[in-house]
Nanobody, 118 residues
Framework: QVQLVESGGGLVQAGGSLRLSCAAS????????MGWYRQAPGKQRELVAT???????TYADSVKGRFTISRDNAKNTVYLQMNSLNPEDTAVYYC????????????WGQGTQVTVSS
């Protein structure tokens, strides 16, 4: 049974930083690409950043230069370091596997809320 558990969200002022974590179980973590996604109120969920099994990364234009995705295969954990946060980053953040078809809908967790105040 695959389980993805996000943590690290919170309330932060604009310009601040947060580090999100996603602990994975039930998958061979080191072999899969992972992604961080977010969903703001009234908006569709969007892909924020991805990291392949080999460590290659991609970012949405809106977060490029501010966010950094990384992984620790020994801990089955993927991270999202978020710097220079602004109110537009307010959303529930989720992690999921990243396949050629996108995220796996079976694996969505509860997410972690990030709120950035102005």
């Amino acid at each position: 049974q695959v389980q993805l558990v996000e943590s690290g969200g919170g309330l932060v002022q604009a310009g601040g930083s947060l580090r999100l974590s996603c602990a994975a179980s039930g998958i061979i973590f080191r072999l899969v690409a992972m992604g961080w996604y977010r969903q703001a109120p009234g908006k569709q969920r969007e892909l924020v950043a991805t990291i392949t099994s080999g460590g290659s990364t991609t970012y949405a234009d809106s977060v490029k230069g501010r966010f950094t995705i990384s992984r620790d295969n020994a801990k089955n954990t993927v991270y999202l370091q978020m710097n220079s946060l602004n109110p537009e980053d307010t959303a529930v953040y989720y992690c999921n596997v990243k396949t050629v078809y996108g995220a796996d809908p079976r694996y969505w967790g509860q997410g972690t809320q990030v709120t950035v105040s102005s």
